[in-house]
């Protein structure tokens, strides 16, 4: 099993603060997914880095792939109450026999941004 | 505008019984997958099919079985149901046409299933 270890597991924090959620692993992955999950549905794509070192931004997001594409983080600057939500990472692998990966998800980080 | 539905939303049920969630997507994604998320939010995947082909079949009592009757449908039958079932169901579908690295997967809104 592919593990992917997400920290920290809950954040709260008052809107205008930066934080940075990681996520890591011992196995590398051939991409890796950040969703967003809001409660009563189900998780929103955000990003998909491919590549190790690999940065992109979205607003006020910035995510980074791992040069050894085994760890990713999530920035947020000046969170806002809006960012509240469930940030999931998945790491894609390759499936033995199929040209289809499957995607292995962290735990899971609870961010709350209060006004 | 539905991109993936899933019916019902919520499925109350007891011991022993047998239920279906059924799943539709009307993205045209060749790909469809069961994923259950526990009461820790651990989202985990129980099944895929690719063209209503079961690709992935993780570690998944046999009480559980998928159905495809068409591309745009993966329907997921629970036989016997058991309190450790209890948790929320996800259908999601995928189109690998920027390559696999990409593999970008559309949730539905869930199916939070309780047995009693």
């Known amino acids: 099993t592919q593990l992917l270890e997400q920290s920290p597991q809950f954040l709260s924090i008052q809107e205008g603060e930066n934080l940075t959620v990681y996520c890591n692993s011992s196995?590398?992955?051939?991409?890796l997914q950040w969703y967003r999950q809001e409660p009563g549905e189900g998780p929103v794509l955000l990003v998909t880095?491919?590549?190790?070192?690999e940065v992109k931004k979205l607003k006020r997001l910035t995510f980074q792939f791992g040069d050894a594409r085994k760890d990713s983080s999530l920035h947020i600057t000046a969170a806002q109450p809006g960012d509240t939500g469930l940030y999931l990472c998945?790491?894609?692998?390759?499936?033995?026999?199929?040209?289809?990966?499957?995607?292995?998800f962290g735990r899971g980080t609870q961010l709350t941004v209060w006004p | 505008d539905t991109a993936v539905s899933q019916t019902p939303k919520y499925l109350v049920t007891q011991m022993g019984n047998d239920k279906s969630i059924k799943c539709e997507q009307n993205?045209?994604?060749?790909?469809m997958y069961w994923y259950k998320q526990d009461s820790k939010k651990f989202l985990k995947i129980m099944f895929s099919?690719?063209?209503?082909?079961?690709?992935i079949n993780e570690t998944v009592p046999n009480r559980f079985s998928p159905k495809s009757p068409d591309k745009a449908h993966l329907n997921l039958h629970i036989n016997s149901l058991e309190l450790g079932d209890s948790a929320v169901y996800f259908c999601?579908?995928?189109?690998?046409?920027?390559?696999?690295?990409?593999?970008?997967?559309?949730f539905g809104p869930g199916t939070r299933l309780t047995v009693l």
């Open positions: 999601a579908s995928s189109q690998e046409h920027r390559g696999f690295y990409y593999n970008e997967q559309f």
């Open positions: 196995s590398v992955f051939s991409s």
């Open positions: 880095v491919v590549t190790g070192g």
């Open positions: 998945a790491g894609l692998t390759a499936d033995r026999g199929s040209t289809l990966g499957r995607l292995y």
């Open positions: 993205l045209g994604h060749d790909t």
């Open positions: 099919y690719n063209n209503k082909e079961l690709i």
